[in-house]
């Protein structure tokens, strides 16, 4: 059983960047494909942001990224992260990692597990 857990959230002015990390432990971090997701105020699903693939191959992002986000992983540091810059308050939501279990939709929320507990990012205007 996998365990992740998210960091770097934290209030910051529009414009400015976050950097978060997803830390695994329990299983082998290098086999699982990894997903970054989140759930703005009010809303009632998850939307991917980021995916990536085991050894970094494959690369997706979901519109939020918006070519602003970057995604990567340490897989010696059973670690994936996503760099986030020129913030808006749109952005505003807690951000989770998650390991993809099913071989279909990398965009899919149904298709991870092992969720985090989620890190909250504040953009202010």
């Known amino acids: 059983q996998v365990q992740l857990v998210e960091s770097g959230g934290g209030l910051v002015q529009a414009g400015g960047s976050l950097r978060l990390s997803c830390v695994a432990s329990g299983g082998t971090f290098s086999r699982y494909d990894m997903g970054w997701f989140r759930q703005t105020p009010g809303g009632t699903e998850r939307e991917i942001v980021a995916y990536i693939s085991r050894l970094s191959g494959t690369i997706y992002f979901g519109a939020p990224a918006k070519g602003r986000f970057t995604v990567s992983r340490d897989n010696a540091a059973a670690t994936v992260y996503l760099q986030m810059n020129s913030l808006e308050p749109e952005d505003t939501a807690v951000y989770y990692c998650?390991?993809?279990?099913?071989?279909?939709?990398?965009?899919?929320?149904?298709?991870?597990?092992?969720w985090g507990p989620g890190t909250q990012v504040t953009v202010s205007s």
């Open positions: 998650a390991r993809k279990f099913r071989s279909s939709f990398w965009n899919d929320p149904q298709n991870y597990d092992s």
